[in-house]
């Protein structure tokens, strides 16, 4: 069965005007759904959106224009484009149609071939927006996943740069570190660049099988500076050997540098970061537990939504961008992971901190 080109709904008072441009419509590909008047059609819309709607004018109780005007007010249904069909051809109702936000009229009787052109146009047009809709939204992602992870590398050599002017011989003893965040912050960018050219944008990161020490190492060499100036330390429980099926940068940068540098920011000074790992039924269990002030249920709620405002200031003062967990969500399913996050608030008791819980595939 071919899929539909679009979804229409007829909205006209007259039985057989519906059968006719229902029997055109859909010999076309096209899926119709019909309502006799506006109040049906409103009722219809808050059913199921449709691609278009063919809007008769002269209906009784609710005619076209006040139909079309309580869909405009919807900011659900406001983009949805609007054909009139009317007997009417004075110049002012065509006008005041416009005005309204209908998109194109059709004049009864229609002609099928005129019917089908405008019909086809409007859906093109529709659809075209929506992609470019889609793409622009997956540009801001792409540039919020280059800026958010650029901060930890480069804000990691810019402390180290700050710390040399008080004792010249930093750089020389930070050499490797810088080596391997100058590394990080190139292959953030090769990531966003490997991300855009991937047909449509759609995610589609080439993992493999990575030493999962290695990489909570290469993790902790950035976070270094911060853990020190907030005197953090780490217990690390990670079999030798053990092996994640993970893309190796996202993994590194928008997974585990954002899971402890959340860590970190939310505990308190002097305390201390559990990295622990296990296999599971098959499955490489990898937690982040931390003792610090928590995490409301309302916040939790919202932790992996990128559209809800989640950031919040850190015990020491640090900011926050909110865009962390949204992309480690990403691509921990994009690994064919799964992510979980218990939380329990300072207020509610002794036993607080958050602990970020990555299930990953082994092999």
Request: hydrophobic share 40%; charged share 25%.
């Amino acid at each position: 069965m071919s899929e539909k080109k679009g979804n229409i709904l007829i909205v006209d008072d007259t039985t057989k005007n519906i059968q006719v441009l229902a029997s055109v419509l859909d010999e076309q590909g096209y899926s119709v759904k019909a309502a006799t008047d506006g109040k049906q059609a409103l009722a219809a819309v808050e059913k199921s959106i449709p691609d278009l709607i063919l809007l008769d004018i002269m209906m009784p109780e609710m005619d076209g224009f006040e139909t079309i005007r309580e869909l405009k007010k919807n900011p659900l249904w406001q983009n949805v484009p609007v054909i009139f069909l009317t007997a009417k051809i004075e110049t002012e109702d065509i006008v005041h149609g416009f005005e309204l936000g209908a998109v194109d009229y059709i004049t009864k009787p229609f002609n099928s071939s005129e019917l089908l052109a405008r019909v086809n146009t409007h859906i093109a047009l529709k659809k075209a927006t929506e992609t470019i809709a889609r793409i622009s939204n997956e540009r801001k992602e792409l540039l919020h996943i280059l800026c958010h992870d650029l901060t930890n590398p480069i804000g990691f050599v810019s402390s180290v740069l700050d710390m040399n002017k008080e004792d010249p011989s930093m750089l020389e003893q930070m050499k490797e570190s810088i080596e391997v965040s100058m590394i990080s912050s190139l292959e953030i960018i090769q990531l966003v660049r490997m991300i855009m050219a991937v047909d449509e944008n759609k995610l589609n990161l080439e993992t493999s099988l990575l030493d999962l020490q290695s990489m909570i190492n290469d993790s902790l060499t950035m976070m270094n500076i911060k853990a020190k100036l907030k005197d953090i330390r780490f217990e690390i429980d990670i079999p030798a050997g053990q092996k994640v099926c993970v893309e190796r940068t996202s993994f590194i940068t928008s997974v585990i540098n954002n899971a402890l540098t959340n860590a970190m920011k939310f505990s308190e000074p002097g305390g201390t970061i559990s990295i622990k790992a296990k296999e599971e039924n098959g499955k490489v269990v990898l937690t982040i537990k931390d003792n610090g002030i928590g995490m409301s249920e309302n916040l939790l709620r919202d932790l992996f939504d990128i559209k809800k405002k989640t950031s919040r200031t850190g015990t020491a003062g640090e900011a926050g961008t909110g865009f962390g967990m949204p992309l480690m969500m990403k691509f921990v399913k994009n690994y064919g992971g799964e992510i979980r996050v218990n939380s329990r608030e300072k207020s509610a008791g002794d036993d607080h901190g958050t602990e970020i819980i990555l299930v990953l595939n082994s092999r």
